[in-house]
């Protein structure tokens, strides 16, 4: 696998990934776009050298001078549980450390057990409840979850 930067050409392959990846509100294309592209953000994008899929992706965007958010990250289902979503998180908060940033956090569904399992693996830790984040309900709830880790 390797990381590296989003390219524009990958929208489509990246938005085929995010459908898989998420039973309920998966961003379009055109979300992807607007999230790729937003001021001040940075990613990275996994692709399998066997292959040649993208496997995952990640972008953060710096929302004070310290605190740096996680706005998205998902693995194909394809290749969940082999390291690959780890490596995204570990290069995306090397490079918030690297821009200034002293904090990491994420907002995730508190009825997504996986994936505050996988946060709560990798160091970070339960901030706050957020009443009704989502538009969408997974499994009747719209809260998330707020996680934060010191880098
Ligand atoms: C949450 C998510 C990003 C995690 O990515 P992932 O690549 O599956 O995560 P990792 O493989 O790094 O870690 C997951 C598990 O694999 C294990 N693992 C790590 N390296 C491994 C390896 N080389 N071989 C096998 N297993 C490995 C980890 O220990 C962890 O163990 P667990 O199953 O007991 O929790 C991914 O499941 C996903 O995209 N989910 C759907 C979208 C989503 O919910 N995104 C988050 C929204 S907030």
Partial sequence: MILRKFQFSDLEEIASLESRAFDVGPYDVRELQAIFEMEGSFNYV??????????????????SDSVCDVESIAVDPDFQG????????????REMAARGFAVSVLEVREKNDKAISFYSKNGYS??????NYYREHLKGSRNALRMTKRL
């Avoid at 996994?46 to 929302?63: H, K, L, N, Q, W």
């Avoid at 339960?126 to 009443?131: F, G, Y």
């Fill in 82 to 93: 082999k390291g690959v979503g780890r490596d995204l998180l570990f290069a995306i908060e």
């Fill in 46 to 63: 996994a692709v399998d050298t066997e292959s040649g899929r993208i496997s995952g992706y990640v972008v953060a965007c710096g929302i």
């Fill in 126 to 131: 339960l901030t706050e409840s957020v009443v």
